[in-house]
């Protein structure tokens, strides 16, 4: 048995654990934990027999003992063989990167065929989300717009290890789209919470957005006609 650890958990913490619990037995099997942070997913992962081979632009942040984290940039090729993961846990790694689609295609590549890719990141698609962007330029109604000063989270001197913030959050749809293009195909999206906000402004927005899109999918069906 692992030495337990203490990880102070955030709201999607126990999500993720509790579809990890539910997973059967994962011995034999390899999974790849980036960017793995603390080490908590690798850490719940092993416990469920698997071989973790955990990388992160800071590696020095793992606290799991006995699990050796290795330094990779997600912007760039990953250091991993083809086809030799099982599982590729990428928890809340997506918002900080800016060119998405070559790391979903690098997942691909270093998956073995048909296996899993399980992502987590910020949903910015519901309504709260939404308001806030058109009143803020924010994904939240409690934060201005991002800017080159606290879009940085993580960076040193005399190195160019730069750990973005949430500056690329995608939309649930945005999302689906570049994980198709990148080879996978979309068997799962889970919710992890409903938001009294975005249920409150569905009342008065939801019709809106209906129309919209209504109107939308009308003038895209025109456009199609003609040619």
């Known amino acids: 048995?692992?030495?337990?650890?203490?990880?102070?958990?955030?709201?999607?913490?126990?999500?993720?654990?509790?579809?990890?619990?539910?997973?059967?037995?994962?011995?034999?099997?390899?999974?790849?934990?980036?960017?793995?942070?603390?080490?908590?997913?690798?850490?719940?992962?092993?416990?469920?027999?698997?071989?973790?081979?955990?990388?992160?632009?800071?590696?020095?942040?793992?606290?799991?003992?006995?699990?050796?984290?290795?330094?990779?940039?997600?912007?760039?090729?990953?250091?991993?063989?083809?086809?030799s993961a099982d599982i590729v846990v990428f928890q809340e790694g997506i918002e900080h990167i800016p060119n998405q689609p070559?790391?979903?295609?690098?997942?691909?590549?270093?998956?073995?065929?048909?296996?899993?890719?399980?992502?987590?990141?910020?949903?910015?698609?519901?309504?709260?989300?939404r308001l806030s962007m058109f009143l803020l330029e924010s994904d939240l109604w409690k934060r201005m717009p991002p800017s080159e000063i606290d879009c940085v989270w993580f960076s040193e001197k005399r190195s160019d290890r730069i750990y973005f913030g949430h500056l690329f959050l995608t939309g649930a749809h945005y999302l689906h789209t570049i994980a198709c293009i990148s080879g996978f195909e979309v068997r799962q999206r889970l919710g992890t919470k409903i938001s009294g906000t975005s249920v409150f402004l569905g009342v008065f927005l939801y019709p809106l957005v209906s129309i919209a899109t209504a109107i939308a999918f009308l003038i895209i069906r025109e456009e199609e006609c003609a040619y």
């Open 1 to 83: 048995m692992s030495k337990s650890v203490d990880f102070p958990m955030r709201s999607i913490d126990k999500y993720v654990r509790l579809y990890i619990e539910n997973l059967p037995d994962l011995s034999g099997k390899t999974v790849v934990d980036v960017p793995c942070g603390d080490g908590r997913a690798s850490y719940w992962f092993r416990e469920r027999g698997a071989t973790v081979k955990a990388f992160d632009l800071y590696p020095e942040f793992m606290k799991v003992e006995g699990v050796q984290a290795e330094y990779a940039d997600m912007s760039e090729r990953l250091p991993i063989e083809d086809a």
């Open 102 to 129: 070559a790391l979903l295609a690098e997942f691909n590549r270093i998956l073995k065929p048909n296996e899993k890719l399980v992502l987590t990141t910020p949903n910015v698609s519901h309504l709260r989300a």
